[in-house]
């Protein structure tokens, strides 16, 4: 195992491992925040991007199958977020204008509502994550982790 080099200094199998971790704590901290922010309203943020992404559609709706793919997230995954929003008043569902065979999620008033209320302290947590870099710093990890998911997306393969 390339634990590290010759000088004492990490391998390059260690700096990956230390990525993947520092990676992941970010991503739980973050997490973890969001969701307590979230709860704040009744929701999670999963729930609250939701409504954050049909904020800035056009007439505050967008179609279920687009919807998903902006967020990363599968159909079923996206189905069960609007139904949940739909439950609480926050979303509708509407046929589609020009398509029968699809719906769009549209955002009710009381969903923009809480979206006015919510969205600006998601916004200051969002920007409290990454207050431990200046702008230069953050676009270059902004451009490098572009790139390793390109490369993780492209099917990259581990070698025994």
Do not use: F
């Amino acid at each position: 195992m390339n634990r590290s080099t010759t000088d004492g200094a990490p391998g390059r199998d260690e700096l990956a491992r230390r990525a993947v971790e520092a990676l992941d704590r970010v991503a739980c901290a973050a997490s973890r925040e969001l969701d307590r922010h979230a709860a704040g309203y009744g929701l999670s943020d999963a729930k609250l991007e939701v409504i954050e992404a049909l904020c800035c559609k056009g007439e505050r709706r967008a179609c279920l199958h687009a919807l998903g793919d902006e967020l990363g997230v599968t159909r079923p995954n996206v189905t069960k977020l609007v139904d949940g929003l739909e439950r609480g008043g926050l979303v509708e569902r509407l046929p589609h204008p020009t398509d029968g065979r699809m719906v769009h999620a549209h955002l009710t008033d009381r969903g923009a509502a809480l979206a006015e209320d919510a969205l600006p302290g998601r916004e200051v947590l969002v920007r409290r994550i990454w207050d431990a870099l200046d702008d230069d710093e953050l676009a270059q990890l902004v451009e490098l982790l572009g790139v390793v998911a390109d490369h993780a997306g492209a099917g990259a393969t581990t070698t025994p």
